[in-house]
């Protein structure tokens, strides 16, 4: 026998338990359009033409317009998503620990597999083939490009790798110096202006070097073309887990759980969008979450630690 309260706890379940349209439509009233912000890790318009895809294909699955913007560097997108206005993020492994650490309300999604089968990459220390230079002995009071200050493959990681060999960056090289993004390192060893840069190696047919030089961007000081051949590698770290996209934790449950099943169906429902974001390298996304980043975690406070203590 229905009495007073059962119907009224019957009404307030039934207000809660809202079909999933109605709760679609919920948030799509709240969220009628979201911005999509990724790290600046190639040049601005290379990096455009690779996310903005991304962004349209989003935009075509959520029903909702999603807004593509590089940012500036690597501290923007952190400080993007803790001020709430980026909605969802391409981070590198450090930048996205390092918005766990600052307290930033993130989740990570998705990662890609490449087509080597692994979820991750290293980090490397490149050189002109032509130069004298073979050993980390022989780099010793040389000019290091780095990428970004919250670059995992452009800072953090190789400071981490070469202090475990005994080798303290900022008193080892005789000056260090950001580029501002993984191509710009690269660019610095061709011109000169550098004797070893710091990158991501994804896999021996997939690296900026091997983009770039897809791309006709390789030359010399004297303008002479260069080729993957023209580099050599002297250090690589461990195997790093690969770049996260991340959601704000704030967002509606439905909204998150929409983004990830539309970013793990990409492949198959937009292939050349998928295709562009690695120049084909890629061959799926994977789920991640946040705990597989606690190595990076403790990678950051080492460093941290030993920026503190000189």
């Known amino acids: 026998m229905l009495n007073r309260r059962t119907l009224i706890a019957a009404a307030l379940a039934a207000g809660v338990m809202a079909p999933p349209a109605a709760q679609a439509q919920g948030w ?10 990724a790290i600046p890790t190639e040049n601005p318009s290379v990096t455009t033409d690779r996310y903005s895809k991304l962004a349209d294909y989003l935009s075509k ?26 909605q969802i993020a391409y981070y590198g492994p450090a930048s996205y620990a390092r918005a766990l650490m600052t307290g930033v309300e993130t989740e990570a999604i998705t990662r890609a597999r490449r087509n080597n089968g692994s979820t991750g990459y290293t980090s490397v220390l490149l050189v002109r ?44 090289f005789g000056k260090v110096f950001f580029a501002g993004s993984h191509e710009n390192a690269v660019l610095a060893l061709t011109q000169g202006t550098a004797d070893v840069a ?4 994804y896999a021996d047919t997939d690296t900026h070097v091997t983009r770039m030089a897809e791309k006709g961007m390789l030359k010399d000081a004297a303008g002479k073309p260069l080729t993957p051949d023209d580099f050599r590698v002297v250090f690589r770290t461990d195997l790093l887990p690969g770049d996260p996209y991340a959601v704000l934790a704030s967002l509606p449950a439905e909204l998150k759980q929409a983004i990830k099943q539309a970013m ?32 990076v975690i403790e990678m950051l406070k080492f460093n941290d630690r030993a920026r503190r203590t000189g």
């Open 28 to 37: 799509k009233e709240k969220y009628p359009e979201l911005t999509f912000a």
């Open 61 to 86: 699955e959520l029903g909702v317009k999603v807004d593509f913007r590089i940012a500036n560097d690597y501290a923007a997108i952190i400080e993007g998503q803790r001020a709430g206005n980026i």
């Open 129 to 172: 083939a032509d130069s004298p230079y073979r050993t980390l002995e022989d780099l010793k009071g040389k000019t290091l490009a780095l990428v970004d200050p919250n670059s995992t493959s452009g800072n953090n990681a190789p400071r981490f790798f070469l202090d475990k060999k005994g080798v303290k960056t900022d008193s080892y």
């Open 198 to 201: 710091a990158n991501a190696w």
């Open 264 to 295: 793990l169906d990409m492949p198959k429902k937009d292939a050349a969008g998928f295709r562009a974001l690695s120049d084909g390298k890629d061959i799926e996304f994977v789920p991640t979450e946040a705990k597989e980043y606690d190595g």
